[in-house]
């Protein structure tokens, strides 16, 4: 046992290593299949590397605690050194930036439900910002070289590192506490407080672990008991921290964890707002006028599906879908600030921002407009946007529209539910003398459709 404690390859340890394995297996299929199932687009921008990163920070994590504290035997270990997995990967690449990105997040959330407009800062410039401890520490334990040729650290050492480690536990708990009160749609504060429970007793069992470890070094299985519950805990924690960004709400919605099996296929649906759009059996079968403007037209749910569709074959057709989820964010209630702030969220990451998935050709000014705005909410917040756009769809497609096989089939659908309605309602009764004569004493509108000269009545008088 002496030999395995110091050298690893212990039976305990290989326990450990199978669960880190299981671990990292679970976290990549948390981080990617929700993408794989629903047939969801990949991100860009930060949407994407938050959530990659935090993936990155994970692993190192994991392979850090397994490399410094000899879990497996190495023969040749040129490669490896306590500083490079101890200090460096475990800190600032592992621990520090999977902190760093939970507080990143929180961060996004205070300021776009708390404060209603965007973060001040971008994501890639605050990341580093609040990495800087991390990196300052390494530096500092770089320069001095206190670890033993175990990896071990004096306990003078272990409180200055295990307090950086709660620092930014008592970040989260701080941010935490600002958002708590905001009514979320996804269960965001659920995994916050989810988050700091597992890094709080992670911290707890650390700090234990690391004395346990390192103070008693001369009682073997004492160190090999510590090790195994270090890493089987990182375990642990890397998955229960694991959450996707603000900017995907969807992604997490139809996580595969989630005990609820709905589909969402866009935000309106997820956010539960009606369809926008006149649909009533008299405006479904009216005739379309393409003399009427076009932002008349478009309230018409049906021409608005039938123009988009000939948009989108002429490789032009984010500005109709920017019409389209600009009307569901109408439809919600201004009282309802917290939906209206995820909707208007949505719109600007999918159609507003630079390298956007789906980015209008909207004007500079009304872009830094929108992503300048002090409330989200607010009920103007597109409407120059807006007004660009219609011009530009009136130029573009409007004239090529009323002359495409995407109108003729509308005005034919348009033309067959007119027929199907005339048929199941008929416009009046048929008062043939036959007929109406048979039902006269049973009809009960005789008096109001049979007037005393009507065919009815003279074969009557005729009879008697």
């Not at 199978?18 to 629903?38: G, N, R």
């Not at 930014?168 to 429970?197: C, M, N």
């Not at 980015?359 to 989200?376: A, G, K, P």
């Not at 909410?377 to 946007?385: I, R, V, Y």
């Amino acid at each position: 046992m002496a030999a395995c404690a110091s050298k690893g390859g212990c039976p305990s340890d290989y326990v450990a290593l199978s669960t880190a394995l299981v671990s990292m297996i679970l976290l990549l299929l948390k981080a990617t299949l929700p993408y794989m199932i629903h047939k969801i687009p990949w991100p860009k921008g930060s949407s994407f590397w938050l959530v990659a990163v935090q993936v990155i920070a994970s692993l190192n994590l994991v392979l850090s605690i397994v490399m410094a504290l000899n879990f497996l035997k190495f023969r040749n270990r040129h490669w490896w050194s306590c500083y490079l997995w101890a200090v460096w990967i475990e800190g600032p690449l592992g621990f520090g930036l999977l902190l760093s990105c939970r507080i990143t997040q929180i961060f996004q959330l205070y300021y776009i439900f708390v404060k209603r407009r965007l973060p001040p800062i971008r994501s890639y410039i605050f990341l580093p910002l609040i990495l800087l401890p991390w990196i300052a520490g390494a530096t500092f334990i770089h320069i001095r070289k206190p670890l033993n040729y175990r990896c071990h650290m004096g306990t003078v050492w272990i409180i200055p590192v295990m307090g950086l480690h709660a620092l930014y536990v008592v970040a989260l708990i701080a941010f935490t506490g600002a958002v708590h009160h905001v009514e979320f749609r996804f269960h965001e504060l659920k995994d916050l407080w989810r988050g700091i429970l597992v890094s709080a007793a992670s911290i707890g069992i650390w700090v234990a672990a690391y004395v346990m470890n390192e103070v008693r070094e001369d009682i073997p299985w004492l160190e090999i008991a510590s090790r195994f519950l270090l890493l089987v805990m990182t375990s642990a924690l890397v998955v229960a921290f694991f959450s996707f960004s603000i900017s995907q709400p969807l992604v997490s919605l139809m996580s595969l964890r989630r005990k609820d099996h709905k589909e969402y296929k866009t935000m309106s649906q997820a956010l539960g707002i009606p369809d926008s759009g006149i649909l009533l059996q008299r405006e479904s079968t009216s005739i379309l006028d393409p003399n009427e403007p076009l932002d008349k037209l478009l309230l018409n749910r049906r021409f608005r599906q039938s123009f988009m569709e000939f948009a989108d074959s002429c490789l032009a057709g984010e500005s109709v879908h920017f019409y389209d989820e600009v009307q569901h964010f109408d439809k919600i209630p201004i009282q309802d600030s917290v939906r209206r702030i995820y909707m208007a969220r949505h719109i600007i990451e999918k159609y507003i921002a630079a390298g956007a998935p789906i980015e209008v050709n909207i004007s500079h000014r009304i872009r830094q407009e929108i992503l300048s705005t002090n409330d989200l909410s607010h009920t103007d917040l597109f409407k120059n946007a807006l007004g660009e756009l219609l011009q530009l769809m009136k130029l573009n497609l409007a004239k090529d529209y009323w002359s495409s096989m995407y109108f003729m089939k509308l005005k034919e659908d348009i033309r067959m539910r007119t027929v199907d309605q005339e048929m199941e309602h008929p416009s009046g009764w048929n008062f043939s003398k036959r007929l109406s004569c048979v039902h006269c004493s049973d009809d009960p509108f005789q008096h109001e459709h049979s007037p005393r000269n009507s065919g009815c009545h003279n074969h009557d008088s005729e009879l008697r």
